[in-house]
């Protein structure tokens, strides 16, 4: 078999994910996606850390005309992001893996808050680790939650899903002849102004030279090859 390349891996899933057609929640899509999570742990042996995005239930910008404080806004959508946390680490206690879910925002009552010290003897103990709450911080995304907690944990690599098959020179949705990109320096995809992350995320990534996969979310069950350094989606280091 061949030798794995990454040993702590942060794996950023949209809020999409978890929706219907990207919206609202799907207890079906949660269930599936811990079976996933639960495979790529087990085959690979690897620590797991998990950032979970609300874009299927708030984003802040979805009130940006309707005279909203963004502050709040963007509080929601936080909040949005403890939701499909709480549906995801249920779904995975039920098929028996040991999980913690750390949020940015304090909410003692529903999960443990985020402490880099704590996060770490979870890794120890081989839980998965659920971050929710995003940074805590209104204005920022959940791109930028995986950036940090990746660079703070000392994971090795993060596994962007997304719901196309990697980095392209253009939108792939919009243009057919799009072509995708197998491997990417950061530097060439800020030069081509590629969309792998939001700015702060990524920027974040490329000054402390956290590798990223971008891939499709519909191939999760491949993963195993992105970790042992196989080609797979777009890497981007
Ligand atoms: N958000 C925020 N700060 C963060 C992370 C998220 O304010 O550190 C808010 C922001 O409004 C964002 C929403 O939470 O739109 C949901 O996160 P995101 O859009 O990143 O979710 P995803 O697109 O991954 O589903």
Same mark, same amino acid.
């Given at each position: 078999m061949a030798k794995l390349k990454y040993k702590r891996v942060l794996l950023k899933i949209s809020? !999409?994910?978890? *929706?219907?057609n990207g919206k609202g929640i799907s207890l079906a899509a949660y269930e599936q996606m811990a079976k996933q999570i639960v495979k790529i742990k087990k085959e690979n042996k690897i620590d797991l850390a998990v950032v979970v995005g609300g874009g299927n239930i708030f984003r802040g910008?979805?009130? !940006?005309?309707? *005279?909203?404080?963004m502050a709040v806004a963007h509080q929601m959508g936080m909040i949005s992001t403890v939701i499909n946390g709480l549906a995801l680490q249920q779904c995975l206690e039920k098929i028996g893996e040991q999980t913690r879910m750390m949020t940015a925002i304090r909410m003692d009552a529903v999960a443990e808050p985020y402490l880099r010290r704590k996060a770490l003897d979870h890794f120890e103990k081989g839980k998965i680790v659920i971050f929710a709450?995003?940074?805590?911080?209104?204005?920022?995304?959940t791109d930028s939650a995986a950036a940090l907690r990746a660079c703070e944990v000392g994971c090795d690599l993060i596994l962007k899903a997304t719901n196309v098959d990697g980095v392209y020179d253009k939108d792939p949705n919009k243009f057919s002849g799009a072509k995708l990109y197998k491997k990417i320096s950061y530097r060439e995809a800020i030069e081509k102004d590629l969309?792998?992350?939001?700015a702060t995320a990524f920027a974040l990534c490329a000054e402390n030279k956290k590798p990223i996969i971008v891939f499709n979310v519909k191939k999760l069950n491949d993963i195993s090859k992105a970790l042992k350094g196989?080609?797979?989606?777009t890497l981007v280091n």
């Amino acid at each position: 078999m061949a030798k794995l390349k990454y040993k702590r891996v942060l794996l950023k899933i949209s809020g !999409e994910v978890f *929706g219907e057609n990207g919206k609202g929640i799907s207890l079906a899509a949660y269930e599936q996606m811990a079976k996933q999570i639960v495979k790529i742990k087990k085959e690979n042996k690897i620590d797991l850390a998990v950032v979970v995005g609300g874009g299927n239930i708030f984003r802040g910008r979805f009130a !940006e005309k309707s *005279g909203f404080d963004m502050a709040v806004a963007h509080q929601m959508g936080m909040i949005s992001t403890v939701i499909n946390g709480l549906a995801l680490q249920q779904c995975l206690e039920k098929i028996g893996e040991q999980t913690r879910m750390m949020t940015a925002i304090r909410m003692d009552a529903v999960a443990e808050p985020y402490l880099r010290r704590k996060a770490l003897d979870h890794f120890e103990k081989g839980k998965i680790v659920i971050f929710a709450g995003g940074t805590g911080n209104p204005f920022f995304t959940t791109d930028s939650a995986a950036a940090l907690r990746a660079c703070e944990v000392g994971c090795d690599l993060i596994l962007k899903a997304t719901n196309v098959d990697g980095v392209y020179d253009k939108d792939p949705n919009k243009f057919s002849g799009a072509k995708l990109y197998k491997k990417i320096s950061y530097r060439e995809a800020i030069e081509k102004d590629l969309n792998v992350m939001d700015a702060t995320a990524f920027a974040l990534c490329a000054e402390n030279k956290k590798p990223i996969i971008v891939f499709n979310v519909k191939k999760l069950n491949d993963i195993s090859k992105a970790l042992k350094g196989e080609p797979f989606g777009t890497l981007v280091n």
